[in-house]
């Protein structure tokens, strides 16, 4: 049985920057839980920062792929720089995801960490930059499929072609 990285905030576990959780409540979601295949992680925690914490953003709209190549950094909204912890919770989540040999993620779109079709611009202004976070980008580098909580059917579908790929 395929395993499915899933952001621990999409489970209702509170780890988001403001202490809560955001349960997505999919059926899809609570078949794949019951099915034993949910595989949860949340990489800021991982990568060591607490919660609650303050909200951060990828500067200059650059992404998750300019932050793993130190092209760009995370910083919080008191100015901090948080990038180490975002790259250690990249690294954590896509360890996880080997051991568990997952090829399909779903994560907390939006998120600096996990957004997949988009994050914010580092503006703490609400604008949006289309581009992947720093743990979805890592996962993307290492041929893990990406999804965010809104893909939830493509995801399913996916997963089942991998499944009858490998006669699972």
């Excluded at 099915?35 to 800021?44: L, S, Y």
């Excluded at 976070?133 to 399913?156: H, M, P």
């Amino acid at each position: 049985m395929q395993a499915v990285i899933v952001s621990s905030c999409l489970l209702g576990t509170p780890v988001r920057y403001d202490g809560g959780g955001t349960a997505c409540g999919h059926p899809i979601v609570a078949r794949w839980l019951i099915e034993g295949r949910v595989v949860a992680v949340c990489p800021e925690v991982a990568g060591g920062l607490p919660t609650p914490r303050p909200p951060a953003e990828i500067e200059a709209a650059k992404g998750g792929h300019a932050v793993l190549l130190r092209g760009a950094r995370v910083v919080d909204a008191t100015g901090h720089d948080v990038t180490p912890a975002f790259v250690r919770g990249a690294q954590h989540a896509l360890a996880v995801a080997r051991s568990a040999g997952a090829r399909i993620a779903v994560l907390k779109e939006g998120s600096p960490s996990c957004g997949s079709g988009y994050t914010f611009d580092g503006s703490f202004s609400g604008g949006r930059a289309p581009l992947a976070g720093v743990t979805a980008a890592a996962l993307l580098n290492a041929g893990i499929r990406v999804f965010s909580e809104a893909q939830l059917e493509e995801a399913a579908a996916y997963l089942e072609r991998l499944e009858a790929e490998s006669g699972a």
